[in-house]
């Protein structure tokens, strides 16, 4: 907080507006420079406000001394930590969010290497070899953002040269258990957070969604989409459809994946900005998805073939890569068949106008063309009067279609429990959002069945009607003003000024830091708003669950990787 005020009284010093020159997605703070005093009035006022909070947190502890700080019985915090320092297990968040699972640690281990590792998809590297790569790989990203500086924006630029002098990691794998699957395989995810391939992907990601209002199919969300079908008049004889692409990420072979982009640049040569650096583009996309180095334990892996794991731009290649296909090929052949034809990532919906002739045929063709792209492969849905899409159920009742909220039969519905050390916004904020979301996607009456439902499920995880109701009844007052939370949104800019805080349910409260602002920094001060940021302290997912394996089971894998595929004794 004080360094946000210190900055902007600093740059109004200097007649600088400090949203000059900020992209929210690429800035990196400069850790280097750290902003002068303000004025005096101004200092006093920020030790006045931390003396105060610091007084208000000493009096909420002394308070709460009679109480037990923290949510966990004995019982319980003797049960975390005996699995904690278990090391003959692993835990994990399951795929598909079905809550923790606990497995055998060889079992997990052997897993890991016989589905994914010790396939042809990966490539185990030495030593020598890791630091070769990873050295050649730093060195000609690095060459490339020198040589092409002038391609860059001003805040590219800075994006670049502050990134590039922080300190790296390798990313790490690990797998996330699919037990909804038998028997349960692993689900594999790179954790490339805080990695140097990572800099630059974040700034592909940045650039690709330039490119992305250019791929005909792109959606955003299933809103848009309930939105686009209203605006349709719908033959009778149309049918609905829906295909899911098989390992997505796994199965764009990397060569034409990086060439879908090259003709992507062509082909809309004429609708992209001329000062878009393409050259640069395309060179760092090729580095990046070629040279995805990450370890698990003790051992370090290339992977081979595909997109790249983790990579933050993994979503936005993967849409545009396939979206080139659908483009040039799927959409400008089927127009007179498809109605509606829309894509999120690897899920497809469409709205499909049979020939009056040969219509088995055509849709034969269609998937056949859907399917003609690599080794990408879609499982597509028979055209029906009834189709799931994302979060949807969409239904076509002769020239009308009707949309309904669509939730798997395996979704456990694990919201916040009353007892968890979450700030209250966090129960406002659950509520507010699926209300808002039912109400959009749903007719009066499947919108009360599923409110119904809702509340009942948030009943069974442990919270009381008469706390709910309040919430739930201002959460419905907000349906009317759909535009509020926008307007808000876009005004929240440097006009606010943030305090960061983390939460305990007795410690001290959003009410109490406006309080002491008020009264000590308020008045000293230009901003528009003042937003108290709470975050949440560790939570079991935090405590238990880690990506990283421990060197204590760094023996295991040289054991399994020596003795050919054994199991650990």
Known sequence: MARSIRTKYFLKEHGMDNSNNYEKQIYIKNKNWHPPPAHIQIENAITNFEKMLKSKQQIAISQAKKQTMTNLNPLQKTVLKQLRENKNI???PTDKN???AVMDKNTYIKQVLQEHLLTENYQQLSLTETKNMLDNTKNSLRQLIKDNLNALSTPEATFFKR????HYRTPIFYGLPKVHKTPVALRPVVSSVNSFLSVFSTWLDYRMKELLPLIRSHVKNSIEVITDIKALTIPENALLFSADAQSMYTNIDTNTGLQAFTDFFEDNKEK?????????FLKILDIVMKNNIFT??????LQLSGTAMGTPAACAYATISYGQYENSRILPKYSKNLLYYRRYIDDVFGIWLPPDSHQEATWEHFKKDLNGWGHLKWNVETPAKTSIFLDLTIELNETTIKTKTYQKDLNLHLYIPPN???PPSCLKGLISGEMRRYWLQNDPQDFENIMVKFIERLVARGHSINNLTPIIMGAAASLDHPNRQKRQNENQDTDTIYIHWEYHPYGVQRKDIRDIYRKTLEPFLDYDKMTVAISRPKNLRDILTKAALTDALSEDIDYFLTNGRQQPP
């Open 90 to 92: 692993i835990i994990k």
């Open 98 to 100: 079905l809550g923790p």
């Open 163 to 166: 990134s590039l002098n922080c």
């Open 272 to 280: 992209i900005s001329s000062e878009f650096p393409v050259n640069l």
């Open 296 to 301: 698990f334990a003790n051992t370090t892996w």
């Open 420 to 422: 968890s050390a979450h």
